[in-house]
């Protein structure tokens, strides 16, 4: 089993920041990538950013390409997402997912482990 526990959520005005952390604990053999999602009120889950075991490839939903930048620290098991030039359409629960696989594939249903998620609310 893996366990996932996001935080660093909360309200922050158009314009900022905020920095996102996933810690991973158990079977971490099994976060071969770990990725981030986001729900918004109303909207399907989305992918919002994705990385491989060794940091070396990442992914990016064009929404947030240049905005948002993903890295993970194996030493400390742990997922970042920092997160700039935050907009209301940034707000949403976030959520931090790993997957067995590769991260060739990043549709949500490979993805075995999930957090409970961490709310972004940003205001305009």
């Known amino acids: 089993q893996v366990q996932l526990v996001e935080s660093g959520g909360g309200s922050v005005q158009a314009g900022g920041s905020l920095r996102l952390s996933c810690a991973v604990s158990?079977?971490?053999?099994?976060?071969?990538?770990m990725g981030w999602f986001r729900q918004g009120s109303g909207k399907e889950r989305e992918g919002v950013a994705f990385?491989?075991?060794?940091?070396?490839?990442?992914h990016y939903d064009d929404s947030v390409r240049g905005r948002f930048t993903i890295s993970r620290d194996n030493t400390e098991n742990t997922v970042y997402l920092q997160m700039n030039s935050l907009g209301p359409e940034d707000t949403a629960l976030y959520y931090c997912?790993?997957?067995?696989?590769?991260?060739?594939?990043?549709?949500?249903?490979?993805?075995?482990?999930w957090g409970q998620g961490t709310q972004v609310t940003v205001s305009s």
């Open positions: 997912a790993a997957a067995p696989t590769s991260c060739s594939i990043r549709a949500a249903r490979v993805f075995k482990y």
């Open positions: 990385i491989s075991r060794g940091g070396s490839i990442t």
């Open positions: 158990g079977y971490t053999y099994s976060t071969n990538c």
